[in-house]
């Protein structure tokens, strides 16, 4: 079993930045590939950034140059720093890696 544990979600004003982080643990061997999802109310979950165990990154379109997804080595903690954050963008965003999914934390953007 793997845990997946996420933080750094809260209100914040449009353009406005916040640094979500996700810290896995349990029975993990070597380095996981990680992502995060974010799914707004009504919408269907959908995938915002990835990050494989080798450090490549790929991103959705609508976030590519104002969000930016980074591990730490040797811990399999994952962040995505969010800039220029808009309104659209409120949802519940989670953390993912292979089977595993983490609670989620809320990001609100408003004024």
């Known amino acids: 079993q793997v845990q997946l544990v996420e933080s750094g979600g809260g209100l914040v004003q449009p353009g406005g930045s916040l640094r979500l982080s996700c810290a896995a643990s349990?029975?993990?061997?070597?380095?996981?590939?990680m992502g995060w999802y974010r799914q707004a109310p009504g919408k269907e979950r959908e995938l915002v950034a990835i990050i494989t165990a080798y450090g490549s990154t790929s991103y959705a379109d609508p976030v590519k140059g104002r969000f930016t997804i980074y591990r730490h080595y040797p811990n399999n903690t994952v962040h995505l720093q969010m800039n220029s954050l808009k309104p659209e963008e409120t949802a519940a965003y989670y953390c993912?890696?292979?089977?595993?999914w983490g609670q989620g934390t809320q990001v609100t953007v408003s004024s």
């Open positions: 349990g029975r993990i061997v070597g380095i996981l590939p």
């Open positions: 993912h890696s292979r089977a595993y």
